[in-house]
């Protein structure tokens, strides 16, 4: 199983971060390898999580695969879970983790643990995602950078 995991401390409120984060519709905007997301299924726990069922479509040069997760997004300790359901993996799992590290900044957990059903699939796209991995908490913090512009660092969102 090939796994990733980082802290990065950016710029912007862990709120504001959790926030971007579980608007999983805008991935295929800014997240590398991501072609398509479309939420299938969306509830609420009782405990006020949002649970989504989730296809996510990944491609890059000849890998072109869909997979569905079970995304649960925990507003209250600013988190979000991916859990795999189906597709081509054997293995995965996903979690982000949102510290708040001062008035205007966080640090981003981010852990990823993945093996595909084919050991070649493996084989042949073990360094393309590891490349993504390095790229996604970077690509995030890009995108927090657009849409909560900072005049006067407040992290107050751009007007719509």
């Not at 990823?112 to 993504?132: C, D, H, N, P, W």
Request: aromatic fraction near 14%.
């Amino acid at each position: 199983m090939q796994t990733f995991s980082t802290i990065h401390r950016v710029s912007h409120s862990a709120g504001n971060m959790f926030a971007l984060v579980a608007d999983v519709e805008r991935y295929p905007e800014f997240v590398p390898l991501c072609q398509g997301l479309v939420v299938k299924r969306r509830e609420t726990s009782e405990g006020g999580q949002d649970i989504l069922l989730a296809d996510m479509t990944v491609a890059y040069k000849f890998f072109h695969e869909t997979f569905t997760s079970r995304v649960t997004l925990d507003p209250a300790a600013h988190q979000v879970l991916v859990e795999y359901v189906d597709g081509p993996f054997r293995h995965l799992e996903n979690r982000w983790s949102f510290s708040p590290a001062g008035d205007s900044a966080c640090d981003v957990d981010f852990y990823v643990a993945y093996e595909f059903a084919s050991r070649s699939m493996q084989i042949l796209t073990g360094a393309v995602f590891e490349k993504a991995f390095r790229k996604f908490v970077y690509a995030f913090e890009e995108r927090a950078d657009l849409v909560y512009r900072q005049p006067g660092r407040d992290g107050a969102p751009l007007p719509a």
